[in-house]
């Protein structure tokens, strides 16, 4: 069944998104709003897990959360530590949505229609998916765009300071071609 996958998908998204958050310098770099870009990393966090409390805990499971979307994009300065709260909250929703639901019920139209079409409850999973991926990196660029990031890429840099290439060379060779 699909369902320990889906779960593993949200799993590892949220890792990444608290992740995301924990490497902002402080709780007040999550809502500077850079010129050009329209949402700041602290409400782009609270629209994810506002999302998926809703879509998947709320309509799927009735767990009683109650979506102000608005408030994901107009709420300012909270703290690090409630950010981390709601991605562990969604984290919970997500959990105990998908392993409650059959294969049957992955398989039926979605409660609502979300895009204003129906799709099925297994390819709506996929598109929340590919909604909080597209998220995520925004929150990822946003984070490095106020160019106070705390934690390079994995094998930027050495420890010493000295820069690593993260690219592996790899040789390739061509098998030689047989003239026909």
């Not at 629209?47 to 109650?66: C, P, W």
């Not at 909080?132 to 390079?152: D, E, M, S, V, W």
Request: hydrophobic residues 35%; contains cysteine; negative net charge.
């Amino acid at each position: 069944m699909i369902t320990p996958t889906l779960i593993q998908l949200f799993d590892q998204g949220l890792d990444k998104l608290a992740a995301e958050i924990n490497q902002y310098p402080d709780d007040a770099s999550l809502w500077t709003l850079q010129e050009g870009i329209s949402n700041t990393g602290g409400n782009l966090c609270l629209h994810l897990t506002g999302s998926l409390q809703h879509f998947l805990g709320a309509v799927l499971n009735d767990s009683g959360y109650v979506r102000n979307r608005d408030a994901e994009f107009s709420l300012k300065n909270i703290t690090r530590k409630k950010l981390l709260d709601e991605v562990e909250a969604a984290r919970i929703a997500v959990k105990d949505t998908l392993e409650q639901l059959s294969k049957k019920q992955l398989e039926k139209e979605y409660p609502i229609q979300v895009y204003g079409e129906p799709m099925t409850t297994q390819f709506f999973m996929f598109q929340l998916i590919n909604h909080f991926h597209y998220h995520l990196g925004q929150i990822n660029y946003h984070r490095r765009l106020l160019g106070k990031a705390t934690a390079p890429a994995e094998g930027a840099e050495n420890g010493e300071g000295e820069k690593v290439e993260l690219v592996a060379k790899v040789e390739r060779t061509r098998p030689e071609r047989v003239a026909k």
